[in-house]
């Protein structure tokens, strides 16, 4: 053990000395660095705390990093008379290349310290990301060992290296370019470093992957010490050829089944990946068994390999009940499978395939679950990620459970449609698909007030400008008499879409009923630089009045009528507003519920114009002088709780909830769909709303919990945010350098110090 110890230190004596190994550290830290911080645009204004692609980053670079790490100099000590076996001198050479290569991990800890500076980090899939590191640089270190035991010579082993390591990280990709059946499919995920390393970077423990890094090391450092000795003239008996060759099946086996049976811990901070305490309650409120069946083309996991994620959460999900089954079946291979779904309305969904690289082609594939119990059905249509899948399952288990139907009367108060694209047809669609059955209910109907009185459940309200004084007082009967919670998507002022100016509303009979509740909508429209960016036409970028012509010249521009709504506590994620009307409380039973950045403001609305109150041309409001006087917090959202009292009727109630969102736009299809390029986070933030209003608070938690604020909420200010990336700057591009510089300066000295002593 002395010897052991001995040459080990002599080994990291020489490594830690060597120039080479400070120009990899300088390498490796710049690259991950810049690779993060630049790359990744965290100092831009889409920049955010997710350290993933810091992680996802840090394995590409070690392609390089670690054969050069590895590579053998030729007046290195490895053979010096130091009496060691071959094997013993091997585990020392590997030891003190994972040394140096945990040095240079410690080197880009400080990475997620200095984000902390910025906003919320997720301290466990750190840990396990880190974690996992340690083990993936140990496999790529003992496989380089091997390959440098193989080749002929050092330059070859090095290009050797990194030809293999950079395959062994992409390989679980070649089945999207390769056309190869499912068996190969797996085997190229299964050889895949990268591919093994993915569940850390969520916060997930998996013992599939610690198993795979720790005896695939341990079989290269084997096979390498094997190789040696076959070098130096090993001849083996048949005796031993048959233990060295189950040796190496007992590491395959090893590894195989580790794949198989398995445990996942999940360290991520919201839990994600774990089933929640309300999903095992709702679970064991089932007396009958509920199946769960994963229809899954079988090709999928070729174009898209993280889909193993669902399967693998369907198993903990359903070992948390008594009375649930789960199966996968694969719709391509199985007749009756295909006509079950057809049965259901489920219809595949086309994927995009890069047939070569050249061409893409689009392929058809299943990724459907439907759940059974006592002969009723739920379905969930298409699935391709495990972060909501909680969600959508205890939503439609509840249904199936308890029989109750989640209804919700929605009322449209201005001139748009429930119907129409270029106005709110989205609605429907995507409240049917979480489980509401809703219930629209036209103000121009001249059974309006009787409508109303016979429902019951939440109510959602969106614009008010149509609304007449008599459905005015029907809805605060609604509301007085506890038949529902309310959500109030309205404010005083509406925009005309061909030309986006802003109009005062004909009537504003709810507006006057929320004045009563002491809410006060002001005479502004909020504007923020957290804002939605926009494209645009114009003649020519000088020409600010033509935008909305067809012309030629097209611009992206930063729209701060559109605010960005940073994620927040009763909006996780965040959303957009448009041309939102600021509000002022004037009851302690209204509180805040939406807020908007610090950096904010407003324009007054100029009531002495018959159109357009304020400018709402975007080229223009960028030339616009804000004063500080304007700028500030502004409340985007309230909620109403406690006793009211009636305007119209002269009767109150003892209890309410109202929440009031001075946007009639929110959940407008265009705006969304076209103008912001798909962006569901509106959608989201409605089905939490009425989650709440329907008294689902724990599932409208459970909806949130798959959400992580990643914004920079932790920044103040300007200065503040320069501040903190001045500091970074500094430490990783003057002190860190200096630092190695300096180890490297000393290092030499004392080598070049103990040589003229022994020289002497």
């Known amino acids: ?119 919320n980090i997720d301290a466990g899939a750190i840990f396990t990301s880190f974690l996992c590191l340690i083990l993936f640089g140990a496999c790529e270190i003992s496989l380089c060992l091997l390959l440098n035991e193989a080749c002929e010579n050092s330059i070859t082993s090095l290009i050797v290296s990194v030809i293999i390591l950079g395959i062994s990280n992409v390989s679980h990709l070649f089945s999207i370019y390769v056309p190869v059946n499912v068996f190969f499919t797996n085997i190229f995920k299964l050889l895949s470093f990268s591919w093994h390393f993915d569940a850390a970077g969520k916060g997930i423990f998996d013992t599939r992957d610690v198993i795979w890094f720790i005896f695939l090391s341990i079989l ?31 590491f395959f086996l090893v590894i195989l089944n580790g794949q198989r049976w398995f445990t996942r811990i999940d360290f991520s901070k919201n839990k994600t990946y774990s089933v929640s305490s309300y999903t095992k309650n709702l679970l064991k409120q089932s007396e009958h068994n509920i199946k769960i069946t994963y229809y899954r083309s079988g090709n999928l996991s070729k174009y898209y390999p993280q889909i193993r994620d669902i399967g693998d959460f369907l198993q903990s999900y359903c070992s948390a009940g008594k009375n649930i089954t789960f199966t996968i079946k694969d719709p391509d291979d199985d007749t009756e499978s295909l006509n079950l779904l057809g049965y259901y309305g489920i219809t595949s969904q086309q994927m995009r395939a890069v047939k070569n ?34 969600y959508d399952l205890d939503g439609r288990i509840k249904h199936l459970i308890t029989g109750k139907t989640r209804l919700v009367n929605i009322i449209i108060g201005n001139d748009l449609s429930i119907d129409d694209s270029n106005g709110y047809n989205m609605i429907i669609p995507w409240l049917n698909s979480q489980g509401f059955l809703c219930n629209p209910i036209s103000i121009e109907s001249p059974t309006f007030t009787t409508e109303l009185d016979q429902t019951s459940g939440p109510l959602l309200v969106i614009g008010d400008s149509k609304i007449l004084i008599d459905q005015a007082v029907a809805i605060e009967n609604y509301i007085l008499s506890n038949k529902g919670n309310v959500l109030f998507n309205i404010s005083p002022y509406s925009v005309d879409f061909s030309s986006w100016s802003v109009n005062e509303n004909r009537n504003t009979n709810l507006i006057e009923v929320l004045e009563n509740w002491g809410i006060t909508f002001t005479n502004r429209i909020a504007a923020d630089n957290s804002c939605a960016s926009i494209t645009l036409e114009s003649q020519s970028d000088e020409d600010a009045d033509s935008y909305l012509q067809n012309n030629v010249y097209r611009e992206e521009v930063a729209y701060p009528l ?22 002022e409380i004037n009851d302690d039973k209204v509180k805040p519920y939406l807020v908007s950045t610090n950096s904010s403001w407003y324009y007054e609305v100029d009531r ?54 001075p946007d009639q736009y929110m959940c407008h299809t265009l705006l969304n769909f076209a103008y912001l390029n798909n962006d569901y986070r509106n959608f989201d933030f409605l089905t939490n709303c009425l989650l709440k209003l329907n008294n689902e608070y724990e599932l409208a938690e459970l909806q949130s919990k798959t959400t992580f604020d990643t914004s920079f909420y932790k920044i103040t200010s300007q200065n503040q945010f320069l501040k903190y990336r001045n500091i970074i700057y500094i430490f990783y591009f003057v002190i860190i350098p200096v630092v190695l510089f300096l180890v490297l300066f000393i290092s030499y000295l004392i080598h070049k110090r103990k040589i003229l002593n022994e020289t002497k």
């Open 562 to 583: 559109f605010i960005s709504l940073l994620p927040q506590k009763n909006s996780n994620l965040g959303f957009t507003e448009y041309w939102a009307t600021p509000i």
């Open 608 to 661: 002495n114009k018959s159109e357009n109150l304020i400018e709402t041309n975007p080229f223009n409001l960028l030339n616009e002088e804000i004063t500080s006087k304007k700028k500030g917090t502004q409340i985007l959202g309230v909620q109403i709780n406690g006793p009211l009292d009636g305007l119209y009727n002269a009767y109150s109630c003892d209890n309410s909830n109202i929440i009031v969102i």
């Open 1 to 119: 053990m002395k010897k052991f110890k001995q040459y080990l230190i002599k080994n990291l004596k020489f490594s830690l000395t060597r120039v080479f190994y400070y120009i990899i550290a300088l390498i490796f830290v710049l690259f991950s660095v810049t690779g993060f911080f630049f790359g990744n645009g965290f100092f831009s204004e889409n920049g955010n705390t997710n350290l993933i692609p810091f992680f996802t980053i840090i394995p590409f670079i070690c392609i390089i990093i670690i054969p050069c790490l590895c590579f053998k100099h030729s007046d290195s000590i490895y053979d010096d008379f130091i009496p060691l076996r071959n094997i013993q001198k091997l585990v020392v050479r590997f030891i003190s290349l994972l040394i140096q290569y945990l040095i240079l991990l410690i080197l880009v800890v400080p990475v997620p310290v200095f984000v902390s500076f910025f906003g």
């Open 220 to 250: 290269f450092l084997y096979l390498a010490s094997f190789i040696k000795e076959k070098k130096l003239g090993l001849i083996l008996s048949k005796k031993n050829k048959v233990t060295h060759y189950f040796i190496i099946s007992l």
């Open 357 to 390: 690289t050249n061409s893409v082609e689009y392929v058809n594939v299943y990724s459907a679950i439907v759940i059974e119990y006592l002969g009723n059905v739920e379905i969930i249509p298409y699935i391709l990620s495990a972060q909501t899948l909680e």
